[in-house]
């Protein structure tokens, strides 16, 4: 088990080495100049081309790659040239906001997703499974951002039940943080919940086929019951990768929520800093959002070993030969 987890180690560092160059050339092509966003569009040639050396950005490109590659592993993320604080100031309580709202949301999900995907399994031939199945189709066929705007408008605007923006640290006020965060985390829930639904409801119709779950049921046990107490952890494996999968499409859709929402969360940094053309915001803020990607897909890597005995003995030589 120790020697597959390694190999999935390496195969997620040559990942980010790999997704590390194609954002620093990415990048580094987009049309603008953050010298003249710096000095306006009333500067000279002169002052641009002074601009730019102070900068760094004359320098041969594989030559900047490096000096930020040796940044990053030296946990030096830069220093933004417009604001002139160090990125990882700028970063961090962007990164709590972010990070509440896929947590929570992703939770509010699966607290959503799980009994009723597995009753629209259970009565998948009965009026309610199809109703379960219906609307979970509805809810992926709604756009985040539509999402969002429907619940601001019924919960903020007509009932003024919560706040439509904004965002107040939990360490301040955490009545408020809650409130802020609730329509927020709601909406990333709801849409994430909707397409959980249907790979939820999949997993456990396969494992109802299974021959040990006739078994269960032939000694008396209840449908329930044997899905409960044997089909779980035999859909596990196929939960487990669509909940890493969900995840990291909830870290993107967070972006779309923090815009909705107006919430101070790494979304809108990312925006700001490619609107002004702060290649060094931009390339650190990409950069951790794809560690994070990664981070997830080794971690349901890992998983696998930990849940299923067959992936740990898999590949292993048989007994008695070397």
Avoid at 60 to 81: K, Q
Avoid at 122 to 145: D, E, K, N, T
Avoid at 150 to 166: D, E, H, I, T
């Amino acid at each position: 088990m120790a020697a597959k987890a390694l190999r999935r180690l390496g195969v997620f560092a040559v990942c980010l080495l790999g997704a590390s160059l194609v954002v620093f050339l990415i990048s580094n092509w987009l049309p603008g100049d953050v010298a003249q966003v710096m000095l306006g569009t009333d500067a000279t040639p002169e002052a641009l081309a002074r601009v730019r050396a102070e900068l760094g950005l004359d320098q041969p490109l594989w030559l900047r790659y490096f000096a930020w590659i040796g940044g990053l592993l030296t946990g030096n993320l830069g220093t933004s040239p417009l604001s002139h604080y160090p990125v990882w100031e700028l970063l961090a309580p962007r990164v709590a906001v972010t990070l509440w709202l896929v947590v929570l949301g992703i939770g509010l999900s699966i607290l959503i997703a799980l009994p009723l995907g597995m009753y629209a399994a259970l009565r998948r031939r009965h009026l309610g499974g199809f109703a379960v199945s219906g609307l979970a189709q509805i809810g992926m066929a709604v756009p985040v951002f539509w999402g969002g705007i429907l619940l601001a408008l019924v919960f903020a605007v007509w009932l003024r039940w919560l706040p439509a923006n904004g965002y107040v640290p939990l360490t301040r006020d955490p009545a408020g943080w809650a409130a802020h965060l609730a329509l927020p985390v709601l909406t990333l829930g709801l849409v994430q919940a909707a397409v959980l639904v249907r790979y939820v409801r999949s997993a456990f119709v396969e494992v109802l086929h299974e021959d040990y779950l006739r078994t269960a049921r032939a000694i008396g046990w209840s449908e329930f019951r044997a899905l409960l107490r044997h089909g779980v952890r035999n859909a596990a494996i196929s939960l487990v990768t669509v909940v890493g999968l969900q995840l990291a499409a909830a870290l993107v859709g967070a972006i779309v929520v923090e815009q909705v929402f107006t919430l101070p969360g790494i979304g809108s940094l990312l925006l700001d800093a490619v609107s002004k053309r702060d290649l060094v915001v931009v390339q650190a803020t990409v950069m951790l959002l794809v560690l994070a990607v990664l981070a997830i897909n080794y971690r349901v890597d890992v998983s696998y070993l930990l849940i299923d005995p067959r992936q740990r003995s898999r590949g292993a030589a048989p007994e008695g030969r070397a």
